[in-house]
């Protein structure tokens, strides 16, 4: 399984950026995926996710601007980042669940894609 995670790059604060995860090797419509985020000096959090049935949860910290989507036909999880932060600074990370359709307590991971947001 692979997970190949694009889109990320510079912008500024109030701007926006999608990105991308393209999943394969797997059967994606059944597993639940999500992105996360890293920024310099904190843990990983969730920023979004998303189950098999469309139900979508996100951090609070991104309500209201930011939005996940996937197109199962194209086994790709999408992010839409709209009016970003310079606090949404971070090394983005999609996941897919290894085998939930619900959670993402076990997952493949992408290679990690930097968002750097400036002020």
């Known amino acids: 399984v692979q997970l190949q995670a694009s889109g990320g790059g510079l912008v500024q604060a109030r701007g926006s950026l999608s990105l991308s995860c393209a999943a394969s090797g797997m059967l994606f419509s059944i597993n639940a995926g999500g992105w996360y985020r890293q920024a310099p000096g904190k843990q990983r959090e969730l920023v979004a996710a998303?189950?098999?049935?469309?139900?979508?949860t996100y951090a609070d910290s991104v309500k209201g601007r930011f939005s996940i989507s996937r197109d199962n036909a194209k086994n790709t999880v999408y992010l839409q980042m709209n009016s970003l932060k310079p606090e949404d600074t971070a090394i983005y990370y999609c996941?897919?669940?290894?085998?939930?359709?619900?959670?993402?307590?076990?997952?493949?991971w992408g290679q990690g894609t930097q968002v750097t947001v400036s002020s």
């Open positions: 996941a897919v669940a290894r085998r939930s359709s619900t959670s993402l307590d076990d997952n493949y």
């Open positions: 998303m189950n098999s049935n469309g139900y979508t």
